[in-house]
């Protein structure tokens, strides 16, 4: 079955850097994008944006430009990603999410992995 | 801050029916995009339950519906039950933003 697995909770000082990781199992990893969604605390949805598996190719959203980096390792049909320079309000859980590409939905889910920005 | 908007919070009954509405523009759900729904439950990760506008994945029951007219969606949530309470977010894609957006969230409270 589709599987996305991610890494675990975080706790990281303000500045530092932090590189969720996001294992894909039980499809073809280079048939789908991966895609980051970040949630504050008591927050809504917020797409980060995309990684084409095939080209390695990113987009970012607005607002996640600069600090935030989306790569692969195809070899290990994982995704990442890196934040740097972290901030007090860089505190969320971050999830991975496949789509087809195009204009499409996400249709299957990492458990997310929440990221703790604190002195 | 979303380009879509969603009321903040909706109750019912078991056994009533709610609607949730997902009001875009013309740069996303009125430029023809197809909207999407989830279902986050408390502490879980968010759940596809309607995709192109109105398709039910496998497992989603039928109870769940949705819709698109102009500018706008909804989802429809028919014989509420006590594990129909939830988050649910709207997603679309946005022309202007060249990037997938979601809505607001609404939450779902039986009573």
């Known amino acids: 079955q589709v599987q996305l697995v991610q890494s675990g909770s975080e706790l990281k000082k303000p500045g530092a850097s932090v590189k969720v990781s996001c294992k894909a199992s039980?499809?073809?990893?280079?048939?789908?994008?991966i895609n980051w969604v970040r949630q504050a605390p008591g927050q809504g949805l917020q797409w980060m944006g995309r990684?084409?598996?095939?080209?390695?190719?990113?987009t970012y959203a607005q607002g996640f430009t600069g600090r935030f980096v989306f790569s692969l390792d195809t070899s290990v049909t994982t995704a990442y990603l890196q934040i740097t320079g972290l901030k007090a309000d860089d505190t969320a859980v971050y999830y991975c999410?496949?789509?087809?590409?195009?204009?499409?939905?996400?249709?299957?889910w990492g458990q997310g992995s929440l990221v703790t920005v604190s002195s | 801050q979303s380009v879509l908007t969603q009321p903040p919070s909706l109750s019912g009954a078991p056994g009533q029916r709610v609607t949730i509405s997902c009001t875009g523009s013309?740069?996303?759900?009125?430029?023809?995009?197809?909207v999407h729904w989830y279902q986050q439950l408390p502490g879980t990760a968010p759940k596809l339950l309607i995709s192109g506008n109105n398709i039910r994945p496998s497992g989603v029951p039928d109870r769940f519906s949705g819709s698109k007219s102009g500018t706008s969606a909804s989802l429809a949530i028919t014989g509420l039950q006590a594990e129909d309470e939830a988050d649910y977010y709207c997603q679309s894609y946005d022309s202007s933003l060249s990037g997938y957006v979601f809505g607001t969230g609404t939450r779902v409270t039986v009573l």
């Open positions: 039980g499809y073809s990893f280079t048939k789908y994008g």
């Open positions: 999410a496949r789509d087809l590409g195009g204009y499409d939905y996400f249709d299957s």
């Open positions: 990684i084409n598996t095939n080209t390695a190719n990113p």
């Open positions: 013309s740069s996303n759900i009125g430029a023809g995009y197809d």
